[in-house]
């Protein structure tokens, strides 16, 4: 079963993360499975508008490293999946919307930001608490800059901690907001608005949009996801990681 599922209606797409039980914490299945089902949808020339969520109460609580803390190598391959995947969903040639509920935090902020678009509620919880636990948000932080002011991206990810769904809005992190209750109806309302859009010109105004803001360098998003596995994997991040899932 995948931890990925995807349904289309209407040409309008929506992949949903399947790992409730875990507030779809990103393990290196769900990852693998996320960016297939985002290829997937690259390949689907019926696709006019892609929304990712995630089942239950949370979007997505970031990276589930309690199975792969013994095991650096695998910690990196969790990093590097998740760069690929995100750069994948970036680089569709359609819209794409994040329907933020309850948490995003860490890689889920950073699905969140790496769409074209976010909706979210007020008391959504959405950041990046990396460097509290001794981790690098390398693999985030290039969707964030272009998401936000370099100054405020700077801001949020040395100090850390979180913000309100109603503070990501007002800071650009998410670029709508409504009632909880509404989310996935907002949602799919503003979807169909995009997926009247001329697909040609949608395309190709994406492709130069990711020209433009350095969303293609391979080259960055690759060295991002090797600093984040460094740091990762070293005495300070697993002392303080342990002591959160271990104690």
């Known amino acids: 079963m995948t931890l990925a599922q995807t349904r289309k209606t209407d040409g309008i797409v929506t992949i949903t993360m399947q790992r409730p039980e875990k507030r779809n914490a990103l393990s290196p299945e769900l990852i693998r499975d996320l960016g ?11 696709a006019r ?36 995947a995100s750069r994948a969903l970036r680089r569709l040639e359609i819209p794409t919307i994040a329907r933020v509920q309850g948490a995003a935090v860490g890689g889920g902020c950073g699905l969140m930001v790496v769409t074209d678009f976010a909706i979210t509620h007020p008391e959504a919880k959405v950041g990046y608490p990396e460097v509290s636990l001794g981790v690098c948000p390398a693999v985030v932080a290039p969707w964030l800059m272009r998401k936000v002011a370099p100054g405020r991206a700077r801001a ?36 169909s608005h995009l997926a009247s859009g001329g697909p040609n010109a949608l395309a190709v105004t994406k492709r130069w949009i990711n020209e433009l803001d350095g969303s293609l360098e391979d080259d960055v998003l690759d060295r991002a996801a090797a600093l984040s596995a460094e740091v990762i994997a070293g005495e300070e991040a697993q002392t303080r990681l342990r002591a959160i899932l271990r104690p």
């Open 36 to 46: 297939a089902a985002v290829n997937a949808v690259a390949a689907d020339a019926g």
């Open 49 to 84: 508008v892609l929304i990712l969520a995630g089942e239950g109460r949370s979007f997505c609580a970031g990276m589930d490293l309690d199975g792969v803390l013994d095991d650096p190598a695998a910690m990196g391959g969790m990093l590097a999946d998740l760069s690929r």
């Open 156 to 191: 949020m990810l040395l100090a850390g901690g979180l913000i309100t769904g109603q503070e990501a809005f007002e800071q650009g992190l998410a670029t709508h907001i409504a009632d909880r209750d509404g989310l996935e109806d907002a949602a799919i309302e503003f979807a």
